[in-house]
């Protein structure tokens, strides 16, 4: 296979990870080193399906000794199989740095012969490229469930963000699909990290030089709708992992089918329509319902929202037809209306259709004169869903049921199937 | 007319009284000549009739005009004096706003700056004023276009080893390009040319410089592995594409098309 074959086969194997943000670490440009890093991450390119592309996204080796089910590198998989030498992914990356194609670079691997030599392989990868290549850039490395903490220490001095990904939202699932891993290979190395951040910033404190060990923090990747967890499962997994483990962020990705599966649901063959623009409508509900996941994760890191207030029980999904901000909304009806004039700032975040930048802007203008439904027009704040939801001087924008029925139906997406991303936003206010 | 004033006095004198003047203010475009503009006009207490760079003056009717002289000591007590009475983050706002390709930003941003005079750092708070909201958009959209930017350009090696990189902003975004990849690309040197504007800032290692472009100047040959690098690129790019996710008024929106043209994963076919 010639270098452009390789590459492909790689990026296909590793394609399927979505993570792809640089946020989290300030780094100026070094004389005698290429790069620097922006906390607020920068897109240099996006996928057809509006996903920003930030990282040159690849795989070592995706010849994998384990047996995952869900994942298209595992070994039954009838795929074509592929390497690259470590000298090979570091020039590449330097290529396509200088060319300002990337942000850095985003290294996983599949397993080869066991997590520890795997590990070495990563690491003796980023190594070059830290070293000879001086390459002052982003990196982001997924780290081996179930490798040795000496291994997991040495790449987070090497990168700026580490990820392990747990994948399936459930213990029993994951022995069910991934029979080579358990929980505690994941969840250790995750513990490591962690501890590792910690005992980091404390050194920092008393010793000048201490060497960044993973300054852009931990992530991992869920994946959504290829095992039966509900959403408030789903949910209070990440509340758990932002509070216990640090986790800077947590990723959710559709389920889509790889290969030929046998364990899994055969989910239908997912087509799109270039006409309408959308997505074949039985495909189309798992990419919405990841979206509504990316904007409850937002609840829960930005608007001061706990996994219990979102959901009644375990069982419970979100809504497909109003955001998770709605809906809770809708079922605290008595906390509203609120008034704009002398609300305080986070009971403004919790008003529907009023974001971080709305709510800003609001307590900052009220300073100056009371605000009325025209100033905030001119504002530039949306008022289509807020309307409800708010008075301005005791008033209402105008006179409604103040029913949660009459409410919702006015808030209904008609276009449910609309443009779901992976929030954007939430990337650049992850800094 | 005007009266002396001693220059170095900052009291602002909330009774002083704003003159309107049929004329045209002149100056010659660069940042520094504007806050020169700023200080004439808010010291004598003159609302012109218009404020307009030398290169794309167009004389109303009253064919009254007066050019303003840049002097770089000047603007630097103006620059000093925003910072200082209104804040830091406006002054920044001044200087992104000043970048916006309109007619109408300097007339507003000089309204924000003689508020700001008065009121210090609440004047964004004052958005009752059209002014106001004006110059935050135009620094908004200067900002995000620059930003975008900072990811959307793409650097191609020429023969002679220097990266080169074509763009066509909407806005005059050139100067803040070269302050990030001046850091970033700290060793290496590279070109940016604004297409739109006939500008290109020039990089060489340790400092930058901008440069007049003239509209029908030949593209630069390029380095022989060149090709080989861009065609690896657009097959890496092609691959990431998940085909169940697809959603072009997403990426439209993301991705405006204006940006394509420039960008090699979208203009080369392999
Ligand atoms: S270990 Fe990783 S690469 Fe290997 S099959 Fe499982 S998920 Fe895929």
Same mark, same amino acid.
């Given at each position: 296979?010639?270098?452009?074959?390789?590459?492909?086969?790689?990026?296909?194997?590793?394609?399927?990870?979505?993570? =792809?943000?640089?946020?989290?670490?300030?780094?100026?440009?070094?004389?005698?080193?290429?790069?620097?890093?922006?906390? =607020?991450?920068?897109?240099?390119?996006?996928?057809?399906?509006?996903?920003?592309?930030? $990282?040159?996204?690849?795989?070592?080796?995706?010849?994998?000794?384990?047996?995952?089910?869900?994942?298209?590198?595992?070994?039954?998989?009838?795929?074509?199989?592929?390497?690259?030498?470590?000298?090979?992914?570091?020039?590449?990356?330097?290529?396509?740095?200088?060319?300002?194609?990337?942000?850095?670079?985003?290294?996983?691997?599949?397993?080869?012969?066991?997590?520890?030599?795997?590990?070495?392989?990563?690491?003796?990868? $980023?190594?070059?490229?830290?070293?000879?290549?001086?390459?002052?850039?982003?990196?982001?490395?997924?780290?081996?469930?179930?490798?040795?903490?000496?291994?997991?220490?040495?790449?987070?001095?090497?990168?700026?963000?580490?990820?392990?990904?747990?994948?399936?939202?459930?213990?029993?699932?994951?022995?069910?699909?991934?029979?080579?891993?358990?929980?505690?290979?994941?969840?250790?190395?995750?513990?490591?990290?962690?501890?590792?951040?910690?005992?980091?910033?404390?050194?920092?404190?008393?010793?000048?030089?201490?060497?960044?060990?993973?300054?852009?923090?931990?992530?991992?990747?869920?994946?959504?709708?290829?095992?039966?967890?509900?959403?408030?499962?789903?949910?209070?997994?990440?509340?758990?992992?932002?509070?216990?483990?640090?986790?800077?962020?947590?990723?959710?990705?559709?389920?889509?089918?790889?290969?030929?599966?046998?364990?899994?649901?055969?989910?239908?063959?997912?087509?799109?329509?270039?006409?309408?623009?959308?997505?074949?409508?039985?495909?189309?509900?798992? $990419?919405?319902?990841?979206?509504?996941?990316?904007?409850?994760?937002?609840?829960?890191?930005?608007?001061?929202?706990?996994?219990?207030?979102?959901?009644?029980?375990?069982?419970?999904?979100?809504?497909?037809?109003?955001?998770?901000?709605?809906?809770?909304?809708?079922?605290?009806?008595?906390?509203?209306?609120?008034?704009?004039?002398?609300?305080?700032?986070?009971? $403004?975040?919790?008003?529907?259709?009023?974001?971080?930048?709305?709510?800003?802007?609001?307590?900052?203008?009220?300073?100056?004169?009371?605000?009325?439904?025209?100033?905030?027009?001119?504002?530039?704040?949306?008022?289509?869903?807020?309307?409800?939801?708010?008075? =301005?001087?005791?008033?209402?924008?105008?006179?409604?049921?103040?029913?949660?029925?009459?409410?919702?139906?006015?808030?209904?997406?008609?276009?449910?199937?609309?443009?779901?991303?992976?929030?954007?936003?939430?990337?650049?206010?992850?800094? | 007319? &005007?009266?002396?004033?001693?220059?170095?006095?900052?009291?602002?004198?909330?009774?002083?009284?704003?003159?309107?003047?049929?004329?045209?203010?002149?100056?010659?475009?660069?940042?520094?000549?504007?806050?020169?503009?700023?200080?004439?006009?808010?010291?004598?207490?003159?609302?012109?009739? &218009?404020?307009?760079?030398?290169?794309?003056?167009?004389?109303?009717?009253?064919?009254?005009?007066?050019?303003?002289?840049?002097? #770089?000591?000047?603007?630097?007590?103006?620059?000093?004096?925003?910072?200082?009475?209104?804040? *830091?983050?406006?002054?920044? %706002?001044?200087?992104?706003?000043?970048?916006?390709?309109?007619?109408?930003? /300097?007339?507003?941003?000089?309204? /924000?700056?003689?508020?700001?005079?008065?009121?210090?750092?609440?004047?964004? &708070?004052?958005?009752?004023?059209?002014?106001?909201?004006?110059?935050?958009?135009?620094?908004?959209?200067?900002?995000?276009?620059?930003?975008?930017?900072?990811?959307?350009?793409?650097?191609?090696?020429?023969?002679?080893?220097?990266?080169?990189?074509?763009?066509?902003?909407?806005? *005059?975004?050139?100067?803040?390009?070269?302050?990030?990849?001046?850091?970033?690309?700290?060793?290496?040197?590279?070109?940016?040319?604004?297409? %739109?504007?006939?500008?290109?800032?020039? /990089?060489?290692?340790?400092?930058?410089?901008?440069?007049?472009?003239?509209?029908?100047?030949?593209?630069?040959?390029?380095?022989?592995?060149?090709?080989?690098?861009?065609?690896?690129?657009?097959?890496?790019?092609?691959?990431?594409?998940?085909?169940? %996710?697809?959603?072009?008024?997403? *990426?439209?929106?993301?991705?405006?098309?204006?940006?394509?043209? #420039?960008?090699?994963?979208? &203009?080369?076919?392999?």
């Amino acid at each position: 296979m010639d270098f452009q074959e390789r590459l492909k086969t790689l990026t296909e194997g590793a394609k399927y990870d979505v993570a =792809c943000t640089s946020s989290g670490v300030n780094r100026k440009g070094k004389r005698g080193m290429i790069g620097s890093a922006d906390a =607020c991450g920068i897109c240099h390119s996006f996928t057809a399906d509006g996903r920003c592309i930030s $990282l040159l996204k690849t795989l070592i080796n995706n010849y994998c000794e384990y047996d995952c089910q869900y994942c298209v590198n595992r070994r039954s998989s009838d795929i074509p199989r592929a390497s690259m030498q470590p000298h090979e992914v570091a020039d590449l990356t330097m290529q396509f740095y200088r060319r300002n194609y990337i942000e850095g670079l985003f290294l996983s691997s599949a397993v080869i012969k066991n997590p520890d030599y795997t590990m070495e392989m990563l690491i003796k990868t $980023l190594s070059l490229l830290r070293g000879e290549y001086r390459f002052n850039g982003y990196i982001h490395v997924k780290a081996i469930p179930g490798s040795d903490e000496k291994l997991i220490q040495k790449l987070g001095q090497l990168a700026d963000r580490m990820s392990i990904n747990i994948e399936l939202p459930s213990e029993r699932s994951l022995t069910h699909l991934a029979p080579d891993k358990s929980k505690p290979a994941i969840i250790t190395p995750m513990n490591y990290v962690k501890n590792g951040i910690i005992q980091n910033k404390e050194e920092m404190k008393k010793f000048k030089n201490t060497v960044d060990f993973v300054p852009a923090g931990q992530s991992t990747q869920l994946i959504v709708g290829a095992t039966p967890e509900a959403d408030s499962r789903i949910v209070h997994l990440a509340q758990g992992l932002y509070k216990n483990y640090k986790l800077r962020r947590v990723f959710y990705s559709a389920y889509i089918p790889v290969g030929n599966d046998t364990l899994l649901p055969a989910a239908p063959i997912p087509t799109f329509d270039t006409g309408t623009g959308l997505i074949h409508k039985e495909y189309g509900p798992l $990419l919405l319902r990841e979206h509504r996941l990316y904007q409850a994760d937002f609840l829960l890191r930005f608007y001061g929202f706990t996994a219990g207030e979102m959901f009644k029980n375990e069982e419970e999904n979100l809504s497909l037809h109003i955001d998770p901000k709605c809906h809770w909304a809708l079922r605290n009806l008595e906390k509203f209306p609120v008034e704009v004039n002398t609300a305080d700032y986070m009971t $403004l975040l919790r008003v529907p259709g009023i974001g971080q930048i709305s709510a800003e802007r609001i307590v900052k203008a009220r300073r100056v004169s009371k605000l009325n439904f025209d100033n905030l027009k001119k504002m530039g704040i949306v008022l289509k869903r807020a309307r409800y939801f708010i008075t =301005c001087n005791g008033k209402m924008a105008e006179k409604i049921n103040f029913q949660p029925e009459s409410i919702e139906l006015r808030l209904t997406d008609n276009n449910a199937v609309g443009p779901y991303s992976q929030m954007t936003l939430s990337d650049v206010a992850s800094a | 007319m &005007s009266q002396a004033h001693d220059t170095k006095s900052t009291s602002v004198q909330t009774e002083r009284k704003l003159v309107k003047r049929e004329v045209d203010i002149l100056f010659d475009g660069t940042f520094e000549g504007f806050l020169c503009v700023v200080y004439a006009l808010y010291y004598e207490g003159i609302v012109p009739l &218009s404020i307009q760079a030398i290169d794309e003056y167009q004389p109303s009717i009253t064919q009254e005009e007066q050019f303003i002289i840049t002097d #770089n000591d000047r603007a630097h007590k103006v620059e000093k004096a925003i910072v200082k009475k209104i804040s *830091h983050d406006i002054a920044r %706002r001044v200087a992104y706003a000043f970048l916006a390709d309109t007619t109408d930003r /300097y007339v507003n941003i000089l309204n /924000y700056i003689i508020l700001g005079f008065k009121v210090g750092h609440m004047v964004d &708070s004052h958005m009752q004023h059209d002014f106001v909201l004006r110059v935050h958009k135009f620094a908004r959209e200067v900002g995000r276009e620059a930003h975008k930017l900072t990811g959307f350009c793409r650097f191609a090696e020429t023969a002679q080893g220097i990266y080169y990189c074509a763009i066509t902003p909407v806005h *005059h975004v050139l100067s803040i390009l070269a302050e990030h990849f001046s850091d970033r690309m700290i060793d290496q040197s590279w070109i940016i040319h604004d297409k %739109r504007h006939n500008k290109a800032v020039v /990089y060489n290692g340790y400092d930058y410089t901008f440069v007049e472009v003239s509209p029908d100047s030949e593209p630069p040959v390029l380095a022989g592995n060149e090709e080989f690098i861009q065609n690896l690129w657009v097959t890496y790019f092609n691959t990431l594409a998940i085909e169940a %996710r697809k959603n072009p008024k997403l *990426h439209r929106q993301m991705l405006p098309i204006r940006y394509r043209g #420039n960008m090699v994963e979208f &203009s080369k076919h392999i």
